[in-house]
């Protein structure tokens, strides 16, 4: 499986990876507990089972075009299901909304078969905070960083592809190093 994924800029993805390290000390479930190198805040814009090179191509230049791109991370959603999750809301603007339909767009017409809940009258884009199977349906509030109760404003800088396969990534464009900590 093959990602497309935005990155947000070096201070937010700082605070991003502090909001975990927080959680963590908090002994709630975290993403500071996935050491991979590849393992960073973003936003999937899809997944598709290949990325041929007519498909990075497109993608180069839709992400050429729509990076920088200003957000705002505002509110906490909570995904159920075999795995459960705890991700800050991207709300997203009708220029972010755009970005994400032209990438659509490229990968439906040259990837094959994506997955739908990426389709664009399904996305709801985040940045993960923690996975967990053992979690309750909702963190409990009070140990959650107050942090992210407060508005953030940011900008995406970046893309890449995420080949789960190979725990490999891929550069599609802009600001793709992450900061140091």
Do not use: I, K
């Not at 909304?97 to 040259?110: G, I, K, N």
Request: proline share 9%.
């Amino acid at each position: 499986m093959r990602t497309v994924e935005l990155l947000p800029d070096a201070a937010t993805e700082l605070h991003v990876r502090e909001m975990w390290r927080r959680m963590a000390a908090a002994g709630l479930p975290s993403l500071a507990e996935h050491r991979h190198p590849t393992n960073r805040p973003h936003v999937t814009l899809a997944t598709c089972e290949d990325l041929p090179p007519s498909a990075r191509a497109g993608l180069v230049a839709v992400l050429g075009n729509g990076l920088p791109a200003p957000f705002r991370l505002d509110g906490l959603l909570h995904f159920a299901g075999r795995t459960r999750v705890l991700a800050w809301r991207v709300v997203a603007d009708a220029e972010l909304t755009e970005l994400h339909r032209q990438v659509w767009d490229v990968l439906a017409s040259t990837a094959g078969l994506l997955n739908p809940l990426h389709a664009p009258e399904r996305w709801t884009p985040h940045l993960t905070l923690a996975r967990s199977r053992h979690a309750p349906s909702r963190w409990p509030a009070h140990l959650l960083p107050a942090a992210l109760r407060d508005p953030w404003e940011a900008t995406f800088t970046g893309a890449r592809s995420y080949d789960s396969t190979t725990r490999t990534v891929e550069s599609l464009g802009g600001e793709t190093r992450p900061p140091a900590d």
